[in-house]
């Protein structure tokens, strides 16, 4: 069984430009949620979605990020306009259903780096 | 809000040597708690996790963390480490309530084990 699929795992790009993160989550499963992990930081939480649905974007920063989870493909991270600041882990995680009782599978990280 | 605390931020054993990794959390309601492990280029997994009862939790690979509500901790120990046990441990704990599914993260330890 493949687990959660991430791509690409490192990613390069200079100020200003566009950072696409792909998260696949893993088979049976229709709710994502996206994480970040700064340098020298744990991991805080994002956003959560289900299939073409938004349920919580919270941690979301209030301009330049977007995410989504298409009816088909995978779910989209999508960072406009990168800053430095931007540099850190990102990772997906995914769940057959939200709430308590369901474990969270996690994929292994997109690593963006800003020049 | 929660918080996550996890004392240090690397640790270097020799093997057969005994492991406990500290982890405190701050949170005014009944929480879950969980450890996942992160190898080296791999995705996080999870070690074990207390959501009731027994508050000595056994995880995979011989861990087991024991839940201290007096205390707000939840440490993870390990009799014997091996050099395979090199990896990031991170702490994690969410609200334990029905519909609850974020997780909040410590700033992860990593263990380096020498042959």
């Known amino acids: 069984n493949a687990g959660v699929m991430q791509n690409p795992r490192h990613l390069v790009r200079r100020r200003g430009q566009e950072a696409r993160l792909r998260c696949s989550p893993m088979?049976?499963?229709?709710?994502v949620y996206w994480y970040r992990q700064l340098p020298e930081e744990g991991l805080k939480f994002m956003v959560y979605l289900q299939k073409e649905n938004i349920i919580d974007e919270s941690g979301m920063p209030k301009e330049r990020f977007s995410a989504e989870f298409p009816k088909e493909g995978p779910s989209i991270l999508r960072i406009q306009q990168v800053v430095r600041g931007d540099s850190a882990a990102y990772f997906c995680?995914?769940?057959?259903?939200?709430?308590?009782?369901?474990?969270?599978?996690f994929g292994p990280g997109t690593r963006l780096t800003v020049l | 809000a929660q918080s996550v605390s996890q004392h240090n931020h690397h640790v270097i054993l020799s093997e057969a040597a005994s492991l406990e990794l500290g982890c405190n959390y701050s949170y005014g309601g009944t929480v879950n708690l969980f450890w996942y492990v992160q190898y080296p280029g791999q995705h996080l997994q999870l070690l074990l996790k207390?959501?009731?009862?027994?508050?000595l939790v056994k995880g995979i690979k011989g861990f087991e963390a024991e839940f201290i509500k007096s205390k707000f901790s939840f440490n993870l120990r390990k009799p014997s480490v091996q050099w395979s046990d090199t990896a990031e441990y991170f702490c994690a704990v969410r609200d334990s309530g029905a519909g609850s599914y974020q997780l909040t993260f410590g700033k992860g330890t990593k263990l380096s084990v020498i042959p």
């Open positions: 088979k049976g499963h229709s709710h």
């Open positions: 207390y959501f009731s009862g027994d508050p």
């Open positions: 995680a995914s769940s057959p259903a939200g709430g308590r009782g369901n474990e969270q599978f």
